[in-house]
């Protein structure tokens, strides 16, 4: 079974930068659709951006499109998410997560989930 382990979560200031890496415990991952989600207190879960097996097929939410590159690396079992012009809004616990078959934006159908890391963007 998958297991997903995210780390480079920290406190920041708006307009920086931070790197997020997902390292996952076995080389099935490389299959795998995997993406990144974050919640923030009081709200739901939503979608960060999704990344298929091959990395041909990339999808991102509007609110971080132009900001955020999410990519893997199946050599080093590690996805990463590249956040730059971070905002106040952008904080929240960032997780990854991988699931089977093909790539979507809705977390309910991802089966496997770290633990999540915190992102913290001051004003």
Do not use: H
Request: hydrophobic share 35%; net charge neutral.
């Amino acid at each position: 079974q998958v297991q997903l382990a995210e780390s480079g979560g920290g406190l920041v200031q708006a307009g920086g930068s931070l790197t997020l890496s997902c390292a996952a415990s076995e080389r099935t991952f490389s299959q795998l659709p995997m993406g990144w989600f974050r919640q923030a207190p009081g709200k739901e879960r939503e979608f960060v951006a999704t990344i298929d097996w091959s990395g041909a097929r990339i999808d991102y939410a509007d609110s971080v499109k132009g900001r955020f590159t999410i990519s893997r690396d199946s050599a080093r079992n590690t996805m990463y998410l590249q956040m730059d012009r971070l905002k106040p809004e952008d904080t929240a616990v960032y997780y990854c997560a991988a699931k089977y078959g093909v790539v979507t934006s809705t977390p309910n159908e991802y089966k496997f989930w770290g633990q999540g890391t915190q992102v913290t963007v001051s004003s």
